[in-house]
């Protein structure tokens, strides 16, 4: 079972900057794709920013230019560096992991896709 351990929420005035630690944890051969994502009260779950395994990144447009996705290859730890915040960001940023690969007790396992606990970020005026 895949486990995705996020950190670094909290709370910011806006032009502030977080960042954001997403860590797996298992016996984890390979990840295709990781990502954020966020929800504010009465609002759809949105796509914030994903990477995939060849370093590719894709952004929604509210946070382009504003926000930074990155990955640690070593540890599979993916990163959102939140900078220039805005009230609007404020949301429960959840991190997701897609296709992920296992090895366990001699055999390889796919798991198609697994989700973070979430993180609170709260931007004050």
Known sequence: QVQLVESGGGLVQAGGSLRLSCAP?????????????????GKQRELVAVIV??????????????????????KDTVYLQMNSLKPEDTAVYYCNAEKITLY?????????TCWGQGTQVTVSS
Not at 53 to 74: E, H, L, P, Q
Not at 104 to 112: E, V
């Open 104 to 112: 366990r007790d001699g055999t390889y396992y796919t798991q198609l």
């Open 25 to 41: 944890s298992g016996s984890i051969t390979s990840i295709e794709t990781m990502g954020w994502y966020r929800q504010a009260p």
């Open 53 to 74: 395994s060849g370093g590719g990144t894709n952004y929604a447009d509210s946070v382009k230019g504003r926000f930074i996705i990155s990955k640690d290859n070593a």
